[in-house]
C-alpha cells in the first residue's frame, strides 16, 4: 500500500505509535496486587496469631533451687526459672511465664486427630 502525502505517513506512525504504549502491561500495579495477594494468603494460612506468645501464671513443683532462683516444672510440662524464689526443692510456687498461644488454644491437638484421620 502506497501512501502519496506525508501527511498521511505521519498519522500512520502516529497511529502505530499509540498502539504500541497502549500495549504496554502495568507492571507495577501488578506486582503490586500479587504481593498484597501472598500476604493475605500467608496470614489466613501460617495464623501467626498462633505463634505470638501468650502469658500463663501456673502453679510450679520447685525442681531445684540455683543461684538464680528455682527451677521448677509447670503443670503443662514447660520448664521455669522464677528469680528471687526462696523456696525448697518439692514446694509449689506461682509463676508467671510465656508459652506459644497454639499449646494453649489446642492447635496442637487439631493438628493431630487431622493428621490421626489421614494415617491408615
Known amino acids: 500500500m502506497y501512501i502519496i502525502s506525508e501527511k498521511r505517513v505521519f498519522t500512520v506512525r502516529n497511529m502505530q505509535q499509540k498502539i ?31 505463634l505470638v506468645p501468650t502469658q500463663v501464671t501456673e502453679d510450679i513443683t520447685v525442681l531445684a533451687v ?22 525448697d526443692v518439692g514446694d509449689i510456687v506461682p509463676a508467671t511465664f510465656n508459652v506459644p498461644a497454639m499449646a494453649q488454644n489446642g492447635y496442637y491437638d487439631r493438628i493431630e486427630t487431622k493428621l490421626a484421620m489421614v494415617q491408615p
Open 20 to 50: 504500541q504504549t497502549e500495549k504496554k502491561s502495568p507492571v507495577l500495579p501488578v506486582i503490586g496486587l500479587m504481593a498484597g495477594g501472598l500476604a493475605v494468603v500467608l496470614i489466613l494460612l501460617l495464623t501467626p496469631w498462633n
Open 66 to 87: 540455683t543461684e538464680y532462683g528455682c527451677v521448677g516444672e509447670s503443670l503443662s510440662g514447660y520448664s521455669v526459672v522464677v528469680e528471687g524464689c526462696a523456696a
